[in-house]
């Protein structure tokens, strides 16, 4: 295992946003469309950070975003979760979906205060439901070693499941808020309301 291993910041935009009806990673929550800007806010704590895209989402991304394009050998989030561990495979990623309007610089510094790298990944969890949000953690290049094993293996395609199979240090946001997943018009109108409080 590698011990304190480098610390990339992915945000995942390469989704196809069938709930939501629009790309997730283009709603501009902050002035920005979401991708960028959680893009700045993981280039402030990362020692280098990367939009993860579909190959037809290349030409619409200003040219100073480090990207890395989805190699579609897997399904759903680890297709581009794999596809950044392949790119570099003895780094850890700070891995952020891009439907999380409400994360923040300081829960991105908390996370990465708790990260324990003796445990495969450190992964915020709801209080309530401590279960490892897969999308808003830490993935030490362990993980996603195992991950390519457990794939192979047959098990699901599913992130959240291998991590509650794994030894996983789970995180309890200060704030609970941060991680609202907005998948859907209801949930960006949430957002919204809370945004302007």
């Avoid at 800007?37 to 990362?46: I, K, Q």
């Avoid at 030409?59 to 596809?83: A, C, K, M």
Wanted: charged share 25%.
């Amino acid at each position: 295992m590698i011990f304190n291993a480098k610390l990339y910041g992915l945000v995942l935009s390469g989704g196809k946003s069938t709930r939501m009806g629009e790309d997730k990673g283009l709603i501009a929550y902050h002035d920005l469309p979401q991708r960028e800007h959680l893009y700045h806010l993981l280039n402030e704590v990362c020692d280098q950070t990367f939009l993860s895209i579909r190959k037809d989402q290349k030409n619409e991304i200003p040219t100073h975003f480090n990207t890395i394009v989805d190699t579609d050998q897997y399904r759903g989030p680890y297709n581009g979760l794999l596809s950044a561990h392949t790119a570099y495979p003895e780094v850890a990623w700070l891995v952020l979906a891009c439907d999380l309007p409400l994360m923040d610089k300081n829960a991105l510094q908390d996370l990465i205060a708790a990260r324990d790298s003796d445990k495969i990944a450190s992964a915020f969890a709801d209080e309530n439901n401590p279960l490892p949000e897969p999308l808003c953690a830490i993935w030490e290049p362990e993980a996603l070693k195992q991950s390519l094993a457990y794939l192979e293996a047959g098990n699901g395609t599913c992130p959240r499941k291998f991590l509650i199979n794994a030894n996983v240090n789970l995180v309890i946001p200060k704030n609970a808020e941060v991680l609202l997943n907005a998948n859907s018009r209801e949930e960006y109108e949430q957002a919204l309301a809370k945004l302007k409080v």
